[in-house]
């Protein structure tokens, strides 16, 4: 079903989709509060911390689960053939200067913008911008995916303990194989099996574009996408437990998943889903199959 106003318009409202589960960390887990310490740390590299429930509790906020996303949905993107940019700044699509338009294409929009041509400048950021910018953002441009911050909450929403360790390391050297004198240090990391809660929240998302996001929600759950640093030391490795998947709007029809744009098809969750309260709804397993349903739209759909 093609729309009239383009998917990636806030201007209406297509579609609700939700994500829910639990990330448990099977390996250790540091999201780090970066360079410096905090004042009275008694370790080099603390995890972050926040005040909930009057305690300071470790969590992982949700602009690291957005970059942990958007950095894979780079590789799969350019993996299926698609041109998107690196999201990062002064190096995005908007900032890339066009042939069609003799200049950035963000410059562009915001001239169509200042013109009093709202319809027409978006149509161009649909058209030219990336899958990417709009799925998760760009210059001037906010995008359809949230990642709340992953508290350690249980499901009544009480804070659970996070069992904390802390490791010495030593800098080696790469050039000599030796060790840097005065380079010993200690890093504060998340034991296994603490327990963070995920919310990832997307409007308007086609079929094809909430399957990128299932893709690296499996990926993450099979441990091939880890979360915070440390990584190739072995930490950072999550699965998902209890998941969810839920989703509303006038693109939703029975069991039926409408096509959002041309390029989408639309995906049937009868037998996966149920009804509740207006909102199509999968849990357990059957939210894992809702969502591989999903993900074969993004890697059947031709997008380049």
Not at 167 to 185: K, M, N, P
């Amino acid at each position: 079903m093609s729309q009239p106003v383009p998917w990636s318009s806030h201007r209406l409202l297509l579609r609700l989709a939700v994500i829910e589960g639990w990330l448990v960390n099977e390996t250790p887990l540091r999201v780090g509060t970066g360079r410096e310490p905090p004042l009275g740390s008694a370790v080099d590299l603390a995890v972050i911390r926040i005040h909930l429930g009057g305690r300071s509790v470790p969590y992982i906020p949700g602009s690291s689960l957005k970059g942990v996303f958007r950095s894979t949905a780079i590789q799969l993107a350019r993996a299926k053939g698609l041109t998107v940019c690196s999201g990062l700044s002064g190096d995005t699509c908007m900032d890339w200067e066009s042939p069609k338009y003799g200049t950035s294409l963000l410059k562009f929009i915001q001239e169509r913008q200042r013109e009093g041509d709202e319809p027409g400048a978006f149509r161009v950021f649909h058209e030219d911008a990336c899958l990417l910018c709009k799925m998760f953002g760009a210059p001037s441009f906010t995008g359809h995916v949230e990642f709340s911050d992953a508290y350690p909450l249980d499901e009544k929403g009480q804070l659970l303990e996070v069992p904390l360790g802390v490791r010495t390391g030593i800098a080696i050297d790469r050039r000599t194989g030796a060790v840097y004198r005065g380079a010993l240090y200690q890093v504060e990391f998340v034991e296994p099996g603490a327990r963070f809660k995920l919310t990832v929240r997307a409007t308007n998302l086609p079929n094809y574009a909430l399957g990128l996001l299932a893709k690296i929600l499996k990926m993450l759950h099979e441990g091939w996408v880890r979360v915070g640093g440390f990584k190739t030391r072995g930490f950072g490795e999550v699965r998902v437990e209890n998941l969810s998947f839920s989703v509303t709007g006038g693109t939703v029809s029975g069991t039926k998943l409408l096509a959002v744009d041309e390029r989408d098809v639309e995906v049937d969750l009868a037998g996966l889903a149920q009804r509740y309260d207006g909102w199509l709804k999968a849990s357990g397993d059957n939210a894992w199959r809702a969502l591989s349903k999903l993900e074969e739209v993004w890697d059947r759909a031709a997008l380049a």
